[in-house]
């Protein structure tokens, strides 16, 4: 560990300069215990579907110094993912380039600008990153459990400095920060009071899982992700077009109509997704979701 506090102020200022919206600094310590009791008893519940890696390593979870053995401070930071134009038939967070790719660049950026030590993260740790959010005071926790970030809503990415020093000071979580849940589950039956039923979400079925769609599964406007509770959340009025250009989309995916997606080659597929989040779908996975939107639609 070294000797010199971080000088919180600075990495703000950077963060800012290179396109962060928003960025908090929180002591590395165990998670709170009723946010651990939450997570395990979701664990518990099967709700995290066939997302094996959620069920690995869950201490490292609840420890971060066991995912990096020395940390002293986590740095959250955000971005703004809305995008000027859109494909309606794509979830917001996917319309341009994807966030792993750009997020952890700007990140490592910051760490060589401002000299820190430690590791980057981008939602490919054991990191419970919503917690950490909440915990630095970035934005307040939604009822469907996103985090909205002030001024920006809830269309912002989300990634974390591990760093082996202390801070010269840390930052708290806003005041009503944690939501209720009452009225949620008419939205949408995934979003029940313990948490979000992983195995009920379209934006999980559509994305994550292989294989056939369940009979269930309702698809709406989109048959990539789903952003219905993203936009029914309160704080979505305060979301506004990002400058980035690397989350806008393409002409040529706007262009994109309900024929054009019904007659989608694979060879298309990968120009049109070249360096997209959506190729985590892989093509099968793509036509799976558009056979069954254009017979739901
Ligand atoms: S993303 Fe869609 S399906 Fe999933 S919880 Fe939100 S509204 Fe429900």
Redesign the pocket.
């Known amino acids: 560990m070294s000797s010199a506090l971080l000088n919180s102020t600075d990495i703000k200022a950077q963060a800012l300069r290179l396109g962060f919206v928003a960025c908090g600094l929180a002591k590395a310590e165990p998670v709170a215990e009723s946010f651990a009791e939450r997570y395990l008893h979701w664990l518990e519940r099967g709700f995290c579907a066939e997302m094996d890696y959620m069920r690995r390593n869950v201490e490292m979870r609840l420890q971060p110094d066991l995912l990096v053995p020395g940390v002293r401070t986590i740095v959250c930071l955000a971005m703004n993912f809305m995008p000027e134009r859109q494909q309606p038939a794509i979830s917001l967070y996917a319309q341009g380039k994807d966030y792993h790719d750009v997020m952890k660049q700007r990140m490592q950026e910051l760490m060589q600008t401002c000299g820190l030590e430690g590791r980057c993260f981008v939602d490919t740790a054991p990191v419970l990153e919503r917690y950490w959010a909440w915990k630095s005071g970035i934005g307040t926790i939604t009822p ?1 459990g996103l985090i909205a970030v002030p001024g920006y809503g809830p269309t912002v990415f989300l990634g974390e400095l591990f760093l082996t020093s202390e801070a010269d000071s840390y930052d708290a979580p806003l005041p009503g920060a944690m939501p209720t849940k009452s009225g949620w589950q008419s ?5 029940t009071a313990e948490g ?1 039923d ?1 195995r ?5 079925q559509t994305i994550e899982h292989r294989g056939e769609l369940p009979e269930s599964i309702r698809l709406h406007q989109t048959f990539y ?6 936009r ?1 959340t309160p704080q979505f009025v305060e979301a506004r077009p990002t400058q980035e250009p690397a989350f806008q989309p393409s002409d040529a995916l706007l262009e994109m109509t309900p024929n054009d997606w019904r007659n989608l080659t694979e060879e298309q597929y990968r120009t049109l997704f070249k360096g997209s989040a959506v190729k985590r779908a892989k093509y099968e996975g793509l036509m799976r979701n558009i056979n069954r939107w254009l017979k739901q639609g």
């Open positions: 469907s939205l949408c039956p995934a979003l979000l992983a009920k979400c379209v934006s999980y992700g789903c952003d219905r509770c993203l029914a």
